[in-house]
């Protein structure tokens, strides 16, 4: 009689929890309470570090690249569901493993509080919210969970570094179409003109979001449809060169459709629906051709009998795993108000006071960078009589929305002038061996800016590298004082002309410059 109890007991258990079995009743505290304990912990990261969680919001509603952010959460919610017999199968074990690297993540996200890195303070937490299933559920929960939750990598609003190199792209594979096509072609940069009319090749034409949207379908897929790693990697690696060859193809057609038929079509909105066909097509003929190299689907593991933690222990890993991140990022904040210096900077640059201020002539290119603490914008004439802007933007004390690097920080924040190029120019022999150029065109006159970061004595032109610099400055107890500077000149001939005064006139000034920054830094001090 007791034992067609017990039987009739467990036979209610496997119908009330897919995957668990009789021993799974003796095996510590129900899955579900420990699911429970873990979203709880979710929900206080999420809180601790609400001011980023907020941008990823704000990203979500105001940037199209990243519009599928909400699409996003709910993959994330679909293959967990899909995940849920493999979870219930799981014992419940806290992992030391997992609390090391909870706490990794958390040191990550303090490196980027000090430096003022969104995006890195974004990728921690989602480090730290599947640490978080590790640390509490143990490593054979960590290891499930593993794929669905990297899918949330996709949320953090990221890759608008890369929109300079594929607009670049985009016009240099526009015009090689158009030219074996037989139509004749002067390209300046992104620029190009064709027998019937003039086209630019501007920042919603780059693709973007044809990449991104690429590649977090295409990883959704590789993950649903593929179990072998090399199979994955190779749909991978179609999902990111597919939207590439769309978005040119798009160009192209566009080009020649317009071309053909007078600009009565491909302008407007067949414009944008042209994109969008092209790039459906070209992502239904992907799944058509991967799916045909499905692999079966792993069914769920049976765990040998096992016993696990009690209630208590996974109470006090929970706590543990809700207050080790903030109590880290409270001790960044703390570590950087004590290290970063409060006097507002006195920006003086004596370097160029020997040249002349011009006031008149022509507007120019004038960068914008809100949250400076000091600021010094002036037009200048040199020996030679040509004209040249100096920008020097000094920061001190960065956080959020102010700060050497941050995406509100503009060249041309007008466009009014054509964005015409984005390239790296190597300086060999000179203390400053690499600035970004970036070229403009607006009425037949042609602008060539010269852009830096100076970093507490050290100077780069990519803003990883000075992200990385400010760091270390900070981590080492010596502030975070930079500065951007952007040297401008002018010509009706081309982008090189400009270029060339530009070069000339950074050689004579720059490194006084620089000399100008350090003292600033130094008084401060």
């Known amino acids: 009689m007791g034992t067609e109890r017990m039987t009739s007991l467990n036979r209610q258990l496997k119908s009330a929890v897919p995957g668990i079995d009789a021993q799974a009743a003796g095996r510590g505290v129900n899955n579900l309470l420990v699911w429970g304990l873990i979203v709880a912990v979710w929900g206080a990261l999420l809180y601790a570090f609400r001011p980023y969680v907020e941008m990823v919001?704000?990203?979500?509603?105001?940037?199209?690249?990243?519009?599928?952010?909400?699409?996003?959460?709910?993959?994330?919610?679909?293959?967990?569901?899909?995940?849920?017999?493999?979870?219930?199968?799981?014992?419940?074990?806290?992992?030391?493993?997992?609390?090391?690297?909870?706490?990794?993540?958390?040191?990550?996200?303090?490196?980027?509080?000090?430096?003022?890195?969104?995006?890195?303070?974004?990728?921690?937490?989602?480090?730290?919210?599947?640490?978080?299933?590790?640390?509490?559920?143990?490593?054979?929960?960590?290891?499930?969970?593993?794929?669905?939750?990297?899918?949330?990598?996709?949320?953090?609003?990221?890759?608008?570094?890369?929109?300079?190199?594929?607009?670049?792209?985009?016009?240099?594979?526009?015009?090689?179409?158009?030219?074996?096509?037989?139509?004749?072609?002067?390209?300046?940069?992104?620029?190009?003109?064709?027998?019937?009319?003039?086209?630019?090749?501007?920042?919603?034409?780059?693709?973007?979001?044809?990449?991104?949207?690429?590649?977090?379908?295409?990883?959704?897929?590789?993950?649903?449809?593929?179990?072998?790693?090399h199979k994955r990697v190779l749909f991978m690696v179609w999902s990111v060169i597919m939207p590439l060859l769309a978005n040119w193809l798009r160009a192209y057609v566009i080009v020649m459709v317009a071309h053909h038929t007078d600009n009565e079509w491909g302008m407007g909105v067949s414009h944008l629906a042209f994109g969008w066909i092209i790039f459906g097509i070209a992502v239904f003929i992907g799944f058509a051709v991967g799916v045909r190299w499905r692999d079966p689907l792993p069914e769920a593991p049976r765990e040998a009998p096992a016993a696990g933690s009690p209630l208590a222990v996974v109470v006090v890993a929970a706590v543990l795993a809700a207050v080790i991140p903030p109590g880290v990022a409270s001790t960044a904040l703390a570590f950087a108000s004590r290290t970063t210096g409060t006097d507002a900077p006195k920006l003086q640059l004596d370097s160029l006071a020997d040249l002349e201020r011009d006031s008149g002539g022509f507007e120019g290119v004038r960068p914008s960078f809100p949250g400076a603490r000091a600021i010094h914008e002036a037009r200048y004439k040199t020996r030679d009589g040509e004209i040249v802007d100096v920008f020097v933007a000094y920061f001190r004390n960065q956080q959020q929305g102010a700060e050497l690097i941050n995406v509100s920080n503009k060249l041309d924040p007008t466009h009014d002038w054509s964005w015409a190029i984005s390239s790296s120019v190597r300086r060999p022999g000179t203390t400053v061996p690499e600035v970004r150029l970036e070229g403009y065109v607006k009425s037949g006159r042609h602008a060539a800016a010269y852009q830096l970061y100076w970093v507490n004595d050290q100077t780069t032109a990519n803003d990883t590298a000075a992200k990385l610099l400010e760091a270390v400055s900070r981590l080492r107890g010596h502030g975070d004082d930079s500065a951007a500077i952007i040297l401008t000149m002018y010509s009706t001939e081309d982008l090189e002309a400009a270029r060339l005064k530009t070069e000339a006139f950074a050689a004579e000034r720059l490194d006084g410059l620089l000399a100008d920054l350090r003292r600033t830094a130094e008084a401060g001090r």
């Open 57 to 229: 919001l704000v990203a979500w509603e105001t940037l199209p690249s990243h519009a599928h952010g909400y699409v996003v959460l709910m993959v994330v919610a679909y293959l967990l569901w899909t995940k849920r017999e493999h979870l219930a199968a799981v014992v419940c074990r806290p992992s030391w493993k997992g609390f090391v690297a909870l706490a990794f993540g958390a040191f990550v996200a303090m490196v980027g509080e000090l430096t003022s890195v969104a995006a890195m303070v974004q990728f921690a937490l989602v480090l730290m919210i599947f640490c978080t299933v590790w640390a509490i559920g143990g490593d054979r929960a960590g290891r499930v969970a593993a794929g669905p939750l990297s899918f949330l990598v996709f949320a953090v609003p990221f890759g608008q570094e890369a929109l300079p190199i594929l607009m670049n792209w985009t016009a240099d594979a526009t015009v090689v179409a158009l030219r074996h096509s037989g139509v004749p072609v002067f390209q300046e940069g992104r620029n190009f003109v064709i027998p019937s009319g003039r086209w630019s090749v501007i920042e919603a034409c780059g693709g973007i979001r044809y990449l991104l949207s690429s590649v977090f379908i295409g990883a959704v897929f590789a993950y649903l449809t593929y179990t072998r790693v």
